[in-house]
Nanobody, 120 residues
Framework: QVQLVESGGGLVQPGGSLRLSCAAS????????MGWYRQAPGKQRELVAG???????NYADSVKGRFTISRDNAKNTVYLQMASLKPEDTAVYYCNARIRVTVWEMNDYWGQGTQVNVSS
């Protein structure tokens, strides 16, 4: 069994900052790509930022320059530092990881989601 546990969401004023964390645990052989997605009410889930096991990063255009993704491979944890938050960043944020559980088996896993509300 593999679990992704997220933390760090909450309510923040426009212009503020939040840091999300997501830790993978369980029967893990190795962790490949990790990322953050978000889903706002009435909208499709979208990729916010991704990071490979070697540290290559990509971002949605809407968050470039404001959000920073990072990871700690020793802790199987991925972070999302969010700054200059806008009301349109309000959404449920989901962690995603591609995890190899054996030499022969790799699966995609999702966290339970953490709510981020940006409002004055």
């Amino acid at each position: 069994q593999v679990q992704l546990v997220e933390s760090g969401g909450g309510l923040v004023q426009p212009g503020g900052s939040l840091r999300l964390s997501c830790a993978a645990s369980g029967n893990i052989y190795s962790v490949s790509d990790m990322g953050w997605y978000r889903q706002a009410p009435g909208k499709q889930r979208e990729l916010v930022a991704g990071i490979t096991s070697r540290g290559s990063k990509n971002y949605a255009d809407s968050v470039k320059g404001r959000f920073t993704i990072s990871r700690d491979n020793a802790k199987n944890t991925v972070y999302l530092q969010m700054a200059s938050l806008k009301p349109e960043d309000t959404a449920v944020y989901y962690c995603n990881a591609r995890i190899r559980v054996t030499v022969w088996e790799m699966n995609d896993y999702w966290g339970q989601g953490t709510q981020v509300n940006v409002s004055s």
